[in-house]
Nanobody
Framework: QVHLVESGGGLVQTGGSLRLSCKFS????????MGWYRQAPGKERELVAR??????YYADSVKDRFTISIEGAENTMYLQMNSLKPEDTAVYYC?????????WGQGTAVTVSS
């Protein structure tokens, strides 16, 4: 059973924007810290942002460019990504924080061209 579904990735030029979506099962994640992660080619997966109610964390590399939000009524978490850079190229995943192995999905690929 798939509990988290990411979407919204694509190809964008440097300086462009994308909004990623993560549809989640409310019954499972309603009280969880939720996060966005990414894995660039040849690199380890890293935490990009996480949110629990008003407590929000961003990795330094995305601070002031990315915004994490959760729309409870839609059971959806978003990652608004602005001023994208080539180094943001990666597959983006959503999961709990800390991540649970059973919840890793296929992710959504983001490619930023220079």
């Amino acid at each position: 059973q798939v509990h988290l579904v990411e979407s919204g990735g694509g190809l964008v030029q440097t300086g462009g924007s994308l909004r990623l979506s993560c549809k989640f099962s409310r019954s499972i994640f309603a009280k969880s810290i939720m996060g966005w992660y990414r894995q660039a080619p040849g690199k380890e997966r890293e935490l990009v942002a996480r949110k629990y109610r008003s407590d929000i964390y961003y990795a330094d590399s995305v601070k002031d460019r990315f915004t994490i939000s959760i729309e409870g009524a839609e059971n959806t978490m978003y990652l608004q990504m602005n001023s994208l850079k080539p180094e943001d190229t990666a597959v983006y995943y959503c999961n709990t924080y800390p991540p649970a192995r059973q919840f890793w999905g296929q992710g959504t690929a983001v490619t930023v061209s220079s």
